[in-house]
């Protein structure tokens, strides 16, 4: 046996007795000391077989505690290497399988090394005698720390006050001190660092740290506790003295408020002329208020609702001015173009001069971005002289969000509508819901099926929140709602609303929303209105064509405002060379040449058509979010397998609309003057170029068809003519939607011919003259009658042409 030590006086005998090799049992949750006799209970394997085997032998064992208690199955690095050696008193076998171990804790040691033990841990032992130093110093660190144990035990309810009486009857140092080290409530870590130390005079200094420590933060604990328990009885207090005065007041008949809170709520209650249903609930929730504790959790729930309740108006209005042309001049002023929605709000307000209530006023403005369909909503507001609310309904995705959330849960507040309500203050603001094709739906509800009482007139004037509980009258709102693609609005949604299109802006257009609204403004925003800053209109046509592609002008004022951004800089420069009393000399003229000096490389090319036919390469139109563009599909035929393939990240729609031209081409290919055999031996490929853009739809059914029937004819197909339309197996073509937009990008990328489905010919009429011109428009039946104008002169007479 090895032994660590410096003391005087050692105890030879207990060394001699103690075998150099030991059992270990790993302890989880607990640090036994010398001079400690503790139960221990045992119930993994290879700690039983460890307990068996010290019992069976010298009845010593080594305990180590774990580093974490957590370790089920501990290896040879989980374990402290400093411990207790101590001798099994005692084992009980429990009838669960435990085992239940007395020891008595003799000396300190530490692992020097593991020995092999496939049944448990073993180890070879060094035993550590704790040195004695100077004694007066231990003499001074003994009382110390007997100090601090007295007034520790004395703030720390959990330790018996007779665990003081056991300690003064104790004579050694380290008994004393092993004595305190077990009766301290601390973590396995900080005690361990007793068992680290390896000289009594060490031992005393760790352990007066740690009793300093914890008086300390019980202290702290206590006065926390104090201020608690006064806080706590104060308001014990007040709510006996509040039942006392309720009481006296019940005694005595009084229908007095017992509080001013109380009487101001009921008062706002009294105010709001709120209906019969409504009224009856503030009155009942403000009883109940009366009776609950202001301490309980359930007194702010309702003091919140009786807040909403009164402060959501219930009749307070703005009264209405119905003057057409006031109304006509606001539209005018804030909106150029966009005629149709102009002319259905005036026609609203006309039956409001005459009706005075009108329900079914809900309008719903489909139109790509940048286009004004919010800014539209705001003119709406300011011409009938009501409030403005805009709520946005993109990503919403919880029923909750709509109609509230019911008083049971922690948080809980009303829906939008409600809150937007709050927000007007009045019972006829005009409420914009923006994006309402963004909504979507999971576990938590579908919010589009709430909007159906939302916007409902036969409905909305008894809406019910889940938070009020009580009906709301809606129908005085207007409702506006605004949304970018209408087959992304529920058909319920749709059949509940007036659909206005807002078709994209032509470039004339453009140029003229740039001159009247978008250039003062960002003149005003950039500091520019003292000095003469122009922009001409081929600058103003040139950020469009080659800066901008869009249906709105959302990019065009960005544009714009970096032009103005970097005139600001060159003004600002100017003045620093010149000094500031030339300021009101300087003048900024902005031509096309400057624009791109200013907004660098243009980002887009005009496309024109080429003159030049092409076999095999056919231009058709599509519909997108921002508007109209071109499709250019490109047909070849190779020789390989018989197969068609397709590519360009085309949807399935569009996938099956090229096999149905393949199968129109097969089956009438004698009617055509192509050869029954043309598919024999050979591997059709079609490919859309820009093949990261997804594309989808039917409507490019007669654009396939007539790149293949090219491609299979060698026939050079004409550039400048552009078609859309779709088709069946017989040949027929089927009408499309979109036509404005997809005449204007064929007007706006040089198109002189469109060929478009008969069945479309209705929609012309709607169309501006100015997106017809210079295009010759030929609606077509079948597929056979487009041949004509692709592949050679027309023979059939103009059916009609732009002017």
Known sequence: MTVKTNSTKIDTSIVQDIPSVLPVLPLRDNIIFPYMIFPVLVGREQSIRAANFSLESSKYIFLAAQKKATIEDPKENDIFTEGTIAKIIQILKLPNGLMKILVDGIIQGRIVEFVKNPSFFEASIEVVLPQAENQMELNALVRHMTSLFKNYVKVNRSIPPETITAYENIDEFDRKMFYVAANINQSIEVKQKILQKFSLRDQLYEITKILSSEIDILKVEKEIETKVHRNISKSQRKFIIQE??????????????????????????????????????????????????????????????????TDVPWSKKTKDNLSILNVRTILDEDHYGLEKPKERIVEHIAVLNLVKDMKGQILCFVGPPGVGKTSLGKSIARALNRKFIRISLGGVKDEAEIRGHRRTYIGSMPGKIIQSMKRAGTINPVILLDEIDKMSMDFRGDPSSAMLEVLDPEQNHTFNDHYLDVDYDLSKVMFLTTANVRYNIPLPLQDRMEIIELPGYLEFEKVEIAKRHIIPKQIISHGLKKYNVELDDKAIQKIINYYTREAGVRNLEREIASVLRKTAREIVAKQSANGKSAKKSIAIKCDENRIEEYLGVPKFRKQRASKESRIGSVTGLAWTSVGGEILQVDATIMSGSEKLTLTGQLGDVMKESAQAALSYLRSNATDLGLSNTFFKGKEIHIHLPEGAIPKDGPSAGITLTMALYSALSKKPAKSDVAMTGEITLRGNVLPIGGLNEKLLAAQRNGMTTVLIPMDNNKDLTEIKDAVLEGLKIIPIKTIKEAIPYLFGESKTKKIKSGK
């Open 244 to 309: 006392q005065i309720r009481i006296l007041h019940e005694e005595l008949g009084e229908d007095e408020e017992v509080s001013p809170d109380f009487a101001k709520i009921k008062e706002k209650i009294e105010k709001a002329k709120m209906p019969k249903e409504a009224k009856d609930k503030g009155i009942e929730e403000l009883s109940k208020l009366k009776k609950t504790p202001p301490s309980s959790p359930e007194s702010s729930v309702i003091r919140n609702y009786l807040d909403w309740l």
